[in-house]
């Protein structure tokens, strides 16, 4: 498995990617999240050189960039792991465990000191607020993927096939 | 006719944009900290918040007033949210008032005050402090920031470009620069207005109060002092006397009892400058290169134009600014004729401006590796040097600036308001197009305050085609004009701050108040009008000044001394090129 690898070259910008979303999207402001959405799938984060050449094209001020980057929790500014695993947290799931399930996680792909990214970036681990399936609570995805009902256990068995087989459907 | 109600007294309604506007008309001072009459409505702080018959409680300042409204505005549930609105602005302020620079003048202090705020509900959490940016002459604190969004957006509307944004969401919302770079490297130009209209000390201008008491003190040094045009018209407003009276006299007076050995008048410079920039425009109009020419007085629009329309540099007159050409005059001829080496001599600018903290420090302006201004102070701290000195400023005596950089024509002296400096220059170039005195040296075509004016003079068989430009957004404006083909010119004047020096961000605070501009403005015009000579050229001091060590205007003495080059900047608003015979 060379991911390691695959992910040092996808954070090398491409210009011609910027420029064809541009071409696609426009650069009325309106088009700035679109925008974003389009970088965000493609590198899995907003790279800086990224938002520099946006905040050009749209004439928008790079720190109103900067801003709507970070307003929303869709956004990141930070490179992402291959594999982005969100543990909801909303109340449903909450109430049925999820917290333990969160814990497990993290020990078992080793994230310490408050970070959500593996340094292998392999990894990212994050909580969001209610996946809208509460009936399989508690629910985590692995990149769309739902895994419902899940137990410490049951978790720490995926993340092992995850490192055999990788993701089934990806 | 149309009225309303506030408090049960009819007002009639006038145009007013806002309920805000209207209860301000009928004499209630309703408290705002987010809201400025020359910038968009944001409706953050809640403290204009009035009670609206059938509407109920509502914020002032985005509430369009209509007839027939029934307004309260001091209710007890009004009273109570207002103040509760204060504490929790202050629950996460830091309130060291007594070592904050903006104490004093802090909007913030002064309405905790007015509504009696004497104890904290809500404790603050002291261990969540926030870095300050201290990389640059603006200190950025946002621990004692209210979220008001003000400098937000005067950088972006008034300036139009926006160093600032809110930035990350809810409780960890904060005002910050683009990927939290320090500000010093950023398109800042410092031009300093976020400060002065910050109602609190989140953002400051860095103190350089003790550096100058620190060489007034230093016997080793002959501290030479020069004073920006607009300084003599605003800070007797710090000593309770009204905007426009001109003081020149007393600061000078205030300034020798501190320690200065020299106090020149920087309007001398600005006399230079229009014998400088007129030749330079003429040989351009001959030459029909490099048209229009753009004034380059102003340091916050020289930055704007290395970072912004580097494609434009080579139009920017390659004048340097009054201030550093009176530094390269006293350091590198007037320090021989003292008998002087530049080191030993130390000079202090007294601006209006914050911009000018910047340009005295760039690499190009310093004589055998000594800067030629040394130190610059703005009006406001030495205003305050003045108290800190116990000296009572409005009852000092006058006395005249010293020579030979003191006499000074009424040209020089409205380099400090909008239009100013094309006025000076207008004053030689008619002259010089009919070679016939000017009899009437007003020029109204370029006087006004509105932020982007244009005129074209007919003066004998040539027509010039002038525009005179305040804040940045109106100087982009123009831009985009000239590179579409829309607009053409001859000169342009650009100044960064709204009204022009007058308006600077080193200025009292009172700064943000139009109608303190304007007062300003009127009493530069005054000076002008009262002094012995209005043309530069008729400067007599000027003209021993090129007898003695130019030689005339555009020679290559006067190049060496006066002029300058300009470089563009890179993404980083780094410069990347050296300076030119300096690889």
Redesign the interface.
């Given at each position: 498995m060379n991911t390691v690898t695959e992910i040092v070259e996808s954070t090398a910008v491409d210009p011609n990617f910027i420029a064809s979303v541009l071409r696609e999207m426009g650069t009325e402001s309106a088009a700035l999240i679109p925008i974003l959405q389009a970088i965000q799938e493609r590198y899995r984060y907003l790279p800086?050189e990224a938002?520099?050449e946006i905040?050009r094209a749209l004439g928008?001020?790079?720190?109103?960039?900067?801003?709507v980057a970070?307003?929303?929790a869709q956004f990141s500014?930070e490179p992402k792991g291959k594999y982005v695993i969100k543990v909801c947290d909303g109340t449903a799931c909450h109430v049925r465990g999820s917290l333990p399930v969160y814990d497990a996680i993290r020990r078992k792909v080793n994230l310490v000191d408050g970070r959500s990214t593996t340094e292998d970036k392999l990894y990212t681990v994050e909580t969001v607020s209610c996946l809208g399936a509460c009936g399989l609570a508690p629910v985590v995805t692995i990149n769309d993927k739902v895994y419902g009902q899940m137990t410490a256990e049951a978790i720490r068995l995926i993340i092992d096939t995850l490192e055999q087989e990788g993701i089934t459907d990806d | 006719m149309s009225w309303l109600m506030v408090n049960g007294q009819s007002v009639v309604l006038n145009g007013e944009k806002s309920v805000l506007d209207v209860v301000r008309k009928a004499g209630i001072d309703l408290p705002t900290l987010c809201y400025h009459p020359e910038l968009t409505i944001h409706g953050a702080c809640r403290l204009c918040m009035v009670e609206i018959e059938g509407r109920g409680i509502v914020a002032a300042c985005h509430t369009p007033p209509e007839a027939g409204m029934v307004i309260s505005t001091n209710s007890a549930v009004l009273r109570r949210l207002r103040k509760m609105a204060l504490e929790l602005l202050l629950s996460r302020h830091d309130r060291e008032c007594t070592s904050c620079s903006r104490s004093g003048h802090c909007s913030l202090q002064d309405l905790s005050y007015r509504f009696g705020i004497t104890d904290l509900r809500f404790k603050q959490e002291h261990d969540k402090q926030l870095p300050i940016d201290r990389s640059s002459i603006i200190l950025r604190d946002p621990n004692k920031c209210i979220l008001c969004g003000e400098c937000?957006r005067i950088c972006?509307e008034i300036q139009g470009?926006?160093?600032?944004?809110?930035?990350?969401?809810g409780a960890k919302m904060v005002v910050?620069?683009?990927?939290g770079q320090h500000l010093a490297e950023?398109?800042c130009v410092h031009c300093g207005q976020c400060a002065a209209i910050c109602p609190t000390g989140a953002l400051v201008i860095k103190p350089q109060i003790n550096e100058a008491w620190a060489a007034l003190n230093d016997p080793t040094k002959t501290v030479i002092i020069q004073i920006a045009p607009a300084v003599r018209v605003s800070i007797g407003e710090e000593f309770n006397l009204p905007p426009g009276q001109s003081t020149m006299g007393q600061l000078i007076s205030a300034l020798r009892s501190m320690g200065a050995s020299k106090v020149f008048d920087t309007s001398f410079a600005a006399d230079i400058t229009v014998l400088e920039e007129t030749k330079e425009f003429f040989q351009r109009v001959e030459s029909g290169e490099n048209m229009p020419q753009f004034t380059s007085c102003c340091p916050a629009w020289v930055k704007y134009a290395e970072q912004s329309y580097p494609e434009y540099l080579s139009h920017l007159s390659s004048c340097r600014s009054p201030q550093q050409m009176l530094g390269s005059l006293v350091k590198k001829h007037y320090a021989k004729e003292l008998g002087k080496k530049p080191e030993e001599l130390f000079m202090i600018s007294i601006m209006p401006c914050t911009a000018k903290k910047f340009e005295a420090s760039r690499e190009e302006f310093t004589t055998s590796g000594v800067p030629d201004v040394d130190l610059v102070i703005t009006t406001q701290e030495l205003a305050h040097m003045i108290k800190e000195a116990g000296i009572d400023f409005a009852s000092l005596p006058t006395t005249p600036p010293d020579q030979p950089f003191g006499f000074v024509t009424g040209a020089g002296v409205i380099f400090g308001v909008t239009g100013g400096v094309s006025e000076a220059v207008l004053r030689l170039g008619y002259e010089l197009i009919t070679e016939q005195e000017l009899e009437d040296v007003v020029f109204s075509e370029v006087r006004g305050y509105s932020g982007l004016r244009s005129c074209e003079l007919t003066i004998k068989d040539r027509t010039l085609r002038l525009a005179v430009v305040n804040g940045l957004a109106n100087a982009k404006t123009l831009l985009e004009d000239l590179k579409s083909g829309k607009a053409q010119y001859d000169l342009v004047e650009v100044m960064a701050c709204p009204g022009g020096c007058i308006g600077g961000a080193g200025q009292p605070i009172t700064n943000v108040n139009r109608q303190v501009r304007h007062e300003r403005g009127a009493g530069l015009y005054l000076d002008d009008k009262a002094g012995p000579v209005q043309k530069s050229q008729q400067n007599p001091a000027v003209l021993e000044v090129y007898q003695k060590w130019l030689k005339e205007p555009g020679s290559a003495e006067a190049h060496e001394a006066l002029h300058t080059t300009y470089r563009e900047r890179d993404?980083r608003c780094k410069i990347t090129q050296p300076l030119p015979g300096k690889v």
């Amino acid at each position: 498995m060379n991911t390691v690898t695959e992910i040092v070259e996808s954070t090398a910008v491409d210009p011609n990617f910027i420029a064809s979303v541009l071409r696609e999207m426009g650069t009325e402001s309106a088009a700035l999240i679109p925008i974003l959405q389009a970088i965000q799938e493609r590198y899995r984060y907003l790279p800086e050189e990224a938002l520099v050449e946006i905040s050009r094209a749209l004439g928008l001020s790079m720190a109103t960039v900067y801003g709507v980057a970070t307003f929303y929790a869709q956004f990141s500014l930070e490179p992402k792991g291959k594999y982005v695993i969100k543990v909801c947290d909303g109340t449903a799931c909450h109430v049925r465990g999820s917290l333990p399930v969160y814990d497990a996680i993290r020990r078992k792909v080793n994230l310490v000191d408050g970070r959500s990214t593996t340094e292998d970036k392999l990894y990212t681990v994050e909580t969001v607020s209610c996946l809208g399936a509460c009936g399989l609570a508690p629910v985590v995805t692995i990149n769309d993927k739902v895994y419902g009902q899940m137990t410490a256990e049951a978790i720490r068995l995926i993340i092992d096939t995850l490192e055999q087989e990788g993701i089934t459907d990806d | 006719m149309s009225w309303l109600m506030v408090n049960g007294q009819s007002v009639v309604l006038n145009g007013e944009k806002s309920v805000l506007d209207v209860v301000r008309k009928a004499g209630i001072d309703l408290p705002t900290l987010c809201y400025h009459p020359e910038l968009t409505i944001h409706g953050a702080c809640r403290l204009c918040m009035v009670e609206i018959e059938g509407r109920g409680i509502v914020a002032a300042c985005h509430t369009p007033p209509e007839a027939g409204m029934v307004i309260s505005t001091n209710s007890a549930v009004l009273r109570r949210l207002r103040k509760m609105a204060l504490e929790l602005l202050l629950s996460r302020h830091d309130r060291e008032c007594t070592s904050c620079s903006r104490s004093g003048h802090c909007s913030l202090q002064d309405l905790s005050y007015r509504f009696g705020i004497t104890d904290l509900r809500f404790k603050q959490e002291h261990d969540k402090q926030l870095p300050i940016d201290r990389s640059s002459i603006i200190l950025r604190d946002p621990n004692k920031c209210i979220l008001c969004g003000e400098c937000v957006r005067i950088c972006g509307e008034i300036q139009g470009i926006g160093v600032y944004d809110f930035v990350h969401r809810g409780a960890k919302m904060v005002v910050d620069t683009a990927f939290g770079q320090h500000l010093a490297e950023t398109d800042c130009v410092h031009c300093g207005q976020c400060a002065a209209i910050c109602p609190t000390g989140a953002l400051v201008i860095k103190p350089q109060i003790n550096e100058a008491w620190a060489a007034l003190n230093d016997p080793t040094k002959t501290v030479i002092i020069q004073i920006a045009p607009a300084v003599r018209v605003s800070i007797g407003e710090e000593f309770n006397l009204p905007p426009g009276q001109s003081t020149m006299g007393q600061l000078i007076s205030a300034l020798r009892s501190m320690g200065a050995s020299k106090v020149f008048d920087t309007s001398f410079a600005a006399d230079i400058t229009v014998l400088e920039e007129t030749k330079e425009f003429f040989q351009r109009v001959e030459s029909g290169e490099n048209m229009p020419q753009f004034t380059s007085c102003c340091p916050a629009w020289v930055k704007y134009a290395e970072q912004s329309y580097p494609e434009y540099l080579s139009h920017l007159s390659s004048c340097r600014s009054p201030q550093q050409m009176l530094g390269s005059l006293v350091k590198k001829h007037y320090a021989k004729e003292l008998g002087k080496k530049p080191e030993e001599l130390f000079m202090i600018s007294i601006m209006p401006c914050t911009a000018k903290k910047f340009e005295a420090s760039r690499e190009e302006f310093t004589t055998s590796g000594v800067p030629d201004v040394d130190l610059v102070i703005t009006t406001q701290e030495l205003a305050h040097m003045i108290k800190e000195a116990g000296i009572d400023f409005a009852s000092l005596p006058t006395t005249p600036p010293d020579q030979p950089f003191g006499f000074v024509t009424g040209a020089g002296v409205i380099f400090g308001v909008t239009g100013g400096v094309s006025e000076a220059v207008l004053r030689l170039g008619y002259e010089l197009i009919t070679e016939q005195e000017l009899e009437d040296v007003v020029f109204s075509e370029v006087r006004g305050y509105s932020g982007l004016r244009s005129c074209e003079l007919t003066i004998k068989d040539r027509t010039l085609r002038l525009a005179v430009v305040n804040g940045l957004a109106n100087a982009k404006t123009l831009l985009e004009d000239l590179k579409s083909g829309k607009a053409q010119y001859d000169l342009v004047e650009v100044m960064a701050c709204p009204g022009g020096c007058i308006g600077g961000a080193g200025q009292p605070i009172t700064n943000v108040n139009r109608q303190v501009r304007h007062e300003r403005g009127a009493g530069l015009y005054l000076d002008d009008k009262a002094g012995p000579v209005q043309k530069s050229q008729q400067n007599p001091a000027v003209l021993e000044v090129y007898q003695k060590w130019l030689k005339e205007p555009g020679s290559a003495e006067a190049h060496e001394a006066l002029h300058t080059t300009y470089r563009e900047r890179d993404a980083r608003c780094k410069i990347t090129q050296p300076l030119p015979g300096k690889v």
